[in-house]
Structures are given as C-alpha cells and as structure tokens.
C-alpha cells in the first residue's frame, strides 16, 4: 500500500468519445479524483502518462490496451491500471497475470468504477474486478476435463447431436454419451445448457423441423 495525495490524478484512455465523456463525468462529481487528460489511442496514452504521472490510469482493451499495459507495469510499478473490456473471461485473467490493478466490464455502475479507481490508487498491485470469482470458477471447471471431454463439450455447445458428434470425432455413440456424462458429473450439471453456462460458452440450438434437430433437442436434456 502506499500513501496517496488527497486529489488522486486519472487518465482514461479510449478510442470512444462518449466512454471518455462518460469518465470525465463520472471524475467530475467527486472531489477526490481529477481526470487530468483523455487519450483516443496507445501513441497519446503512452505520450500523457509520461508527461503527467498520474496515479491511475484506465485503458479499454481495444484500444488495444493489454498490450500497452505490460508495458506501463514495467516502466510505473506504482501506477494504478484499469482495464476496461467485454464481460469476457479470459480478458480478466490476462489482466490478473499482467499484473494490472483491476478489470471492469464497460457496463458497470459509476460507483463500481469509482470504487476500483481508489482502489488501484491505494494499492495498485492488488487486483480487482467484479468478474474475477466467476472467471476463475470457469477456468477451474474447464481445467478438470480431459481433452477428449473438452473437445466433446465444444461440439455439445455447437448444438449437435450425439449421432453428429460420434461421427464427426469417429467414435460409437455410446462412447460419446459416457464422455458427456463424465463431463456432466465434473461440472455438477444436468444437461448441455448448463454446461455451456457453467464453462462460459453459449449452447446453440437451432429452431427448426428436421430430424437432426429433433435429436438435438432431446439431447439437450440428458447425456
């Protein structure tokens, strides 16, 4: 931890006008925070940091800002960085092994983001994010099967039958309904949506009459 002026000074970078209006807004209203320059690409950011040695500094993953905040966390140990992105987990666990100060999905409450830029300010080698905990139960859970189970899992998620996938990987249907069954028991779910859910995928099933997706829908349900 370490001692922070009583004004904790911001950039936000992001190639978005209405995100950068949104952070200026959202720094205007609290008297302990300054947002002291905006930045719309990796060439500005790297060029204000420099000039202005903020303590915190948030950056949006597409701008693209994982790759310049390696770099700032070589160079300003001490600075706070936040990440912004998409819900998406693997973007917080590449934030998290960067190093970074925290990740935020775009769409969080102001008081979250103004939460976590106080946050990094203070201590900007702990991280934090909203999404963290869920991130790593997926990963954990996607960890413990095989790859044969995984492989199993992405052709369940695409919507195919087990008739389908027997084919596709050329084994017996039987053996594929004991590789999702196995897979089902790891994840403790009961069919292929929640595992989709459980893993971090989405499961697709087409709406439609034919014979193939019939079967799919009764495979949903049971392994």
Known sequence: MREVALTVRVIAADAMTMSRLGYAAATADC??????????????AAALIAEHLP???????????????????????????????????????????????????????????ISAVRHAAVVPGSFTSPLMATALARRKHRNVLSPREQEVLHHLNTGESLT?????????????????????????????????????LSVNLEDDHTE????????AETP
Do not use: F
């Not at 008297?31 to 500005?44: F, G, M, T, Y």
């Open 212 to 219: 193939e997706a019939e079967s799919r829908r009764r495979d």
């Open 55 to 113: 303590d915190v500094v948030i950056l949006d993953v597409d701008l693209p800002g994982l790759d310049l905040a390696g770099e700032l966390r070589a160079q300003y140990p001490r600075l706070g960085i936040l990440m912004t992105g998409p819900a998406v987990d693997d973007l917080v666990i590449r934030s998290l092994e960067a190093g970074l100060s925290g990740y935020l999905s775009r769409s969080i409450p102001v008081e979250v983001l």
């Open 164 to 200: 389908s996938i027997a084919r596709r990987l050329h084994l017996t249907e039987s053996t594929v309904r004991t590789y999702a069954s196995r897979l089902y028991d790891k994840l403790n779910v009961r069919s292929r949506a929640e595992a989709a859910k459980r893993s971090g």
């Open 31 to 44: 008297p302990d925070l300054r947002l002291v320059a905006q930045a719309a690409n990796v060439a500005e």
